[in-house]
């Protein structure tokens, strides 16, 4: 092996193969969570269940010397009060346990991912605190957070037909301490697409790509379910007709809303954006309402068969000619219908998409795929839900893959300094993981 990493909060080991495929041995891996942490030791043969808070505290750090630290790390809550600096700020979150380690062990590459909300307005005061404390402990890390998704990387590159932009945070250990304060240091990554690449460019069923039918087991829908798509499938091609061939609308269709403009009432205090969706609904209704009417009391729309959130449509599947040719979600907030280019990200609730031309649902394997999870990939036995839980929680290892490049890129002089064997395996990196990751075959074993 030619770099030692450690794996923190380290769910079903997506950053695990990012790095094992390129050369790392991972000598600490973490998680509380015991039934990740099953799937985890079952793919790369060690069991990380434990608490961080045990092994990295004001008493003892138990993570043992490493060259490269990552963590998808949750996103508690910092204090605001008070005018403590440091660490001492720090303290009674998660992110502190991970700030012992770093001021203990100095590892070359610290790379921290969380969700896109974390480099927003909300936490401003968290992220610059996050900044700072990393750049007392001597790294090189940029003030703009690095923004990427896997469906940003072309095939090439291990790219995968899924949205999921997720914040990086990239720290490279230096002993230029001038430069460390420089407050123009660029992203590792930006969320664009890659070289000439275009995400509308995949092809969900060949580039994921989809299981074969019979290979598929425990996805099916409904029978609610599938009676609202057969409903609103009539709606959408009905309305081709209806509107000569004119798409449907952009704004999310609130059937509970079609009311003639004459009637419609929009509450004092509503938000700028409800209510001029609530006056396109009703000049929507008014310009259909026969066939609006007809449809609704067909489908008994307005009865207990359709629920609320169900009497929703937000479409942005352009020009699919059915509702049953789009990829859709169930959302609390209504049905959302896209063209089966990509596909929404994995979330850790019930959303898992639909595929419309399949009927059913992404299956685990097909959304494993998602994460850039090699096939020879096993969970067990377990429930799917438990399989859909923890790859919404996970980290794609493609998304993984093209940061570190670009740290390579941008860094190669000081890790070289740091670490001479991370930086030799990045230099000799591909550009895509996938290759190795099949590779693997649980050679940890």
């Known amino acids: 092996m030619t770099f030692r990493f450690v794996d923190l909060f380290c769910g079903i080991g997506g950053f695990h193969g990012a790095l094992a495929a390129l050369g790392g041995e991972c000598v600490y891996a973490v998680d509380i969570d015991e039934a990740a942490a099953m799937v985890y030791s079952r793919n790369w043969g060690r069991n990380p269940l434990g608490?961080?808070?045990?092994?990295?505290?004001?008493?003892?750090?138990?993570?043992?010397?490493?060259?490269?630290?990552?963590?998808?790390?949750?996103?508690?809550?910092?204090?605001?009060?008070?005018?403590?600096?440091?660490?001492?700020?720090?303290?009674?979150?998660?992110?502190?346990?991970?700030?012992?380690?770093?001021?203990?062990?100095?590892?070359?590459?610290v790379l921290l991912e969380n969700v896109r909300n974390i480099a927003g307005p909300r936490h401003r005061h968290e992220w610059e605190l996050i900044i700072r404390t990393l750049r007392e402990a001597g790294y090189l890390?940029?003030?703009?957070?690095?923004?990427?998704?896997?469906?940003?990387?072309?095939?090439?590159?291990?790219?995968?037909?899924?949205?999921?932009?997720?914040?990086?945070?990239?720290?490279?250990r230096t002993n230029d301490l001038d430069a460390v304060w420089n407050p123009f240091i660029p992203p590792v990554a930006e969320p664009h697409p890659v070289g000439d690449w275009h995400p509308n460019n995949w092809d969900l069923f060949n580039d994921l790509p989809l299981e074969p039918d019979e290979d598929v087991q425990g996805c099916d829908l409904s029978d609610s379910e599938v009676y609202w798509i057969n409903a609103w499938d009539e709606f959408v091609t009905g309305m081709w007709e209806e509107r000569s061939g004119v798409r449907l609308p952009g704004f999310p269709l609130w059937g509970d809303d079609w009311v003639r403009q004459r009637d419609l009432k929009i509450a004092a205090g509503t938000p700028k954006?409800?209510?001029?969706?609530?006056?396109?609904?009703?000049?929507?209704?008014?310009?259909?309402?026969?066939?609006?009417?007809?449809?609704?009391?067909?489908?008994?729309?307005?009865?207990?068969?359709?629920?609320?959130?169900?009497?929703?449509?937000?479409?942005?599947?352009?020009?699919?000619?059915?509702?049953?040719?789009?990829?859709?979600?169930?959302?609390?907030?209504?049905?959302?219908?896209?063209?089966?280019?990509?596909?929404?990200?994995?979330?850790?609730?019930?959303?898992?998409?639909?595929?419309?031309?399949?009927?059913?649902?992404?299956?685990p394997r097909e959304a494993a795929r998602l994460q850039s999870l090699p096939d020879w990939f096993d969970f067990g036995d377990q429930p799917n839900a438990a399989t859909y839980k923890q790859l919404g929680n996970g980290v794609s290892i493609s998304a993984i893959w093209h940061v570190l490049r670009q740290i390579g890129n941008a860094y190669m002089t000081e890790l070289r300094a740091a670490s001479p064997g991370l930086a030799g395996a990045m230099e000799s990196a591909p550009l895509s993981p996938l290759q190795r990751l099949n590779e693997l075959k649980r050679e940890s074993h």
């Open 51 to 109: 608490d961080i808070t045990k092994d990295a505290n004001d008493l003892q750090v138990l993570v043992p010397e490493h060259d490269v630290l990552c963590a998808g790390f949750p996103c508690q809550p910092f204090s605001k009060s008070g005018f403590q600096r440091g660490m001492d700020e720090t303290r009674g979150t998660l992110y502190w346990n991970i700030l012992r380690i770093i001021e203990t062990h100095k590892p070359a590459l």
């Open 141 to 172: 890390v940029s003030e703009r957070p690095s923004i990427f998704s896997p469906h940003l990387l072309p095939p090439s590159h291990g790219g995968k037909p899924h949205v999921r932009e997720r914040v990086f945070i990239a720290a490279i």
């Open 273 to 363: 954006w409800k209510s001029d969706f609530l006056i396109k609904n009703s000049l929507f209704y008014e310009e259909h309402r026969k066939f609006i009417d007809s449809w609704t009391k067909r489908w008994d729309f307005y009865t207990e068969k359709f629920p609320p959130s169900r009497r929703k449509l937000e479409w942005q599947a352009q020009d699919s000619p059915t509702l049953w040719s789009t990829v859709m979600q169930m959302r609390p907030t209504g049905i959302r219908a896209k063209r089966p280019t990509y596909l929404p990200a994995l979330v850790a609730i019930t959303q898992t998409s639909i595929i419309g031309p399949k009927r059913r649902r992404l299956s």
